[in-house]
């Protein structure tokens, strides 16, 4: 296999990208100027050096001069201590936060338990997130917001983390609760536009 042909199959191992795709990317690399071209492959072979996970609500963000493995978000003092938003991947950090209606903390579950695959994802973080969310009673907290896609993956990874938290003696007066409607049937949060995500955490039930 050529140099071309690697990078095609690269790129058609990330999340959501097909053949066709992959190729235009691969193709499209091939048309930049040299210092741009350069400049890519520094970003791409210096991104895990620059970039960390936070500790607490392990979402990504660029490392800071005080080496702090908190983000800025969790590390931040006026944010709502009481809600804790439970989302798929960081990119739905993303789409929330565009939307200005939410001001609690976040968790990235890593993934998404397949409701036909009998096996857990390995990814998943749900060891991570029931460390969490003791740590967070001690600090207020008062509600798990399941941050799901509307999907029948979605459904039953909202029960997964549903069945962490019974686990918890002490969250026993912990409210769980599920985006409301403004999602469609189907939807990805990731590609829900900031006004439907302001309906959905609105009227969240």
Do not use: W
Request: net charge neutral; glycine share 10%.
């Amino acid at each position: 296999m050529n140099s071309l042909d690697r990078l095609i199959s690269y790129f058609e191992n990330f999340p959501g990208i097909g053949a066709r795709q992959a190729r235009r990317f691969a193709f499209h690399i091939l048309t930049l100027p040299p210092e741009e071209a350069a400049e890519l492959s520094s970003l791409v072979g210096g991104i895990q050096s620059s970039v960390t996970e936070c500790s607490s609500c392990r979402r990504f963000f660029a490392k800071n001069a005080s080496g702090s493995d908190t983000c800025e978000i969790c590390a931040d003092s006026s944010r709502d201590r009481s809600k804790l938003l439970v989302v798929e991947r960081d990119t739905d950090i993303r789409s929330i936060e565009r939307s200005g209606v939410y001001d609690g903390l976040y968790f990235v579950l890593g993934g998404t338990v397949p409701l036909l695959e009998s096996r857990e994802n390995k990814k998943l973080r749900g060891g991570g997130f029931k460390r969490i969310v003791e740590t967070r009673l001690s600090e207020g907290l008062r509600e798990v917001i399941l941050g799901f896609s509307v999907n029948p993956d979605g459904e039953n990874t909202g029960r997964f983390v549903e069945s962490i938290i019974k686990e918890i003696p002490s969250a026993d007066g912990i409210k769980v609760s599920h985006l409301g409607r403004g999602l469609s049937t189907g939807s990805e949060l990731e590609y829900a536009d900031p006004e439907t995500l302001k309906n959905a955490l609105q009227n969240r039930y």
